[in-house]
């Protein structure tokens, strides 16, 4: 994480973040390594804020500069610094980053550029060089709320089960698809159309074409989705299940989706559907991968 984010007071102003608090007990199943690309750069606490003058792939290419508010360059301090962050977190073996957004260093998506450090979109310079990793990667708003932090989850177990699953078949790939392709219909429709076809015109097994998918599938699942469309699919997984009878009446109660609820009671309503899920082996689409379930359990196991 950045460090700032994880209560470490490395800001430019001497000041941190506690992002985990909101995860309550869940925060213990995480071991985290705190990087800050500007104090390694040894540029101090407390600091003149720096900005840009482009985005970060920009500064890292020499199209761009890093400067502080006197107008003195930093940009080899930064890039340095951000550097020894990387190999910081290869040692550890991470393989999940969450980065503060809009920051010149840590942003993934967007940061501060110019003098008046206007939020643009685009990465920090840290952020650029993490966007070239495999790390799954957040930005710290993906922490903000109960929604948002369930849609992260979900997503990041999805993502490291994929990464350490073996496919060496054809059915194995269809298996690993038929667990995967809710979630992914839900973050990118046309792109899940086009791999079930792959997937369903695959004869004899080939290789080239089963990393494919997983390269895809990976990818989709670093985007995070949208609260509509998590109320959509959390909706469409529970009629399915009082459909089929697999919930007992009464059990679990799922508001529709045209409903006016906020982000806190709809993370209530997928974390029942998540429990309810795993006690009866039911594979949940929205969230196929349980933390606590190890492969995925299915009620017909083949």
């Not at 962050?85 to 967007?110: F, H, I, T």
């Not at 089963?210 to 909706?235: C, D, G, K, T, Y």
Request: overall charge positive.
């Amino acid at each position: 994480m950045s460090a700032c984010t994880d209560r470490c007071p490395v800001r430019y102003n001497g000041k941190s973040f506690d992002l985990l608090a909101g995860l309550g007990r869940e925060r213990s199943s995480f071991a985290v390594t705190p990087v800050c690309p500007e104090c390694m750069a040894g540029l101090g606490v407390p600091r003149e804020p720096i900005h840009l003058t482009g985005d970060g792939a920009d500064v890292l290419a020499g199209r761009a500069h890093v400067r502080d508010r006197h107008g003195r360059d930093v940009t080899a301090r930064l890039i340095a610094g951000a550097s020894a962050c990387l190999d910081a977190l290869e040692r550890a073996g991470v393989e999940a980053v969450v980065a503060k957004e809009g920051s010149p260093s840590c942003g993934l998506y967007q940061a501060r550029t110019g003098r008046a450090r206007r939020q643009t979109s685009g990465a920090g310079v840290f952020g650029a060089m993490l966007l070239e990793r495999d790390w799954f990667l957040l930005p710290d708003t993906a922490l903000a709320s109960p929604l948002r932090w369930w849609d992260a989850r979900r997503r990041l177990h999805a993502w490291l089960w994929l990464q350490r699953r073996e496919i060496d078949s054809t059915p194995r790939l269809q298996e690993t698809w038929h667990v995967l392709k809710y979630l992914v219909q839900e973050l990118e429709r046309p792109l899940a159309d086009e791999i079930g076809r792959d997937v369903a015109g695959m004869g004899a097994f080939d290789p080239a074409l089963a990393a494919s998918v997983r390269a895809r599938v990976l990818s989709a699942l670093r985007h995070q989705s949208e609260p509509r469309r998590i109320r959509q699919s959390m909706w469409q997984a529970y009629a399915r299940f009082r459909k089929r009878g697999d919930l007992a009446p009464n059990e679990v109660c799922v508001d529709a989706p045209d409903e006016p609820l906020g982000s806190r009671a709809v993370a209530e309503e997928l974390l029942q559907l998540e429990k309810v899920s795993y006690q009866h082996e039911l594979l949940f689409g929205p969230s196929p991968v349980l933390a606590r379930s190890g492969p995925y359990r299915r009620r017909d196991p083949r």
